[in-house]
């Protein structure tokens, strides 16, 4: 995937959801770490996790191949 197409579709996503997707792929946390840093349950973790997958690929599908 073009590194330019997922930042433009990860600054969509809610600030919640960006930064619990970022510290779960790029940090490379595990769910309860996030949930315990983030004072949350690991399931709300995990919804937020799943939102925000759902919407990257909704997203990056939407654009034309090439398309920023």
Same mark, same amino acid.
Request: glycine residues 8%; proline residues 8%; positive net charge.
């Given at each position: 995937?073009?590194?330019? &197409? @997922?930042?433009?579709?990860? $600054?969509?996503?809610?600030?919640?959801?960006?930064?619990?997707? *970022? +510290?779960?792929? #790029? @940090?490379?946390?595990?769910?309860? &770490?996030?949930? %315990?840093? *983030?004072?949350?349950? #690991?399931?709300?973790?995990? @919804?937020r996790l799943h939102?925000?997958?759902? &919407? @990257?690929? %909704?997203? $990056?599908?939407? +654009?034309?191949?090439?398309?920023?």
């Open positions: 995937m073009d590194p330019r &197409r @997922l930042a433009k579709a990860m $600054t969509g996503l809610p600030a919640d959801e960006r930064e619990i997707l *970022f +510290c779960a792929s #790029s @940090l490379r946390w595990s769910v309860e &770490r996030i949930a %315990g840093d *983030f004072g949350l349950s #690991s399931d709300v973790v995990k @919804l939102d925000a997958l759902r &919407r @990257l690929v %909704g997203h $990056t599908a939407s +654009c034309p191949p090439g398309m920023p």
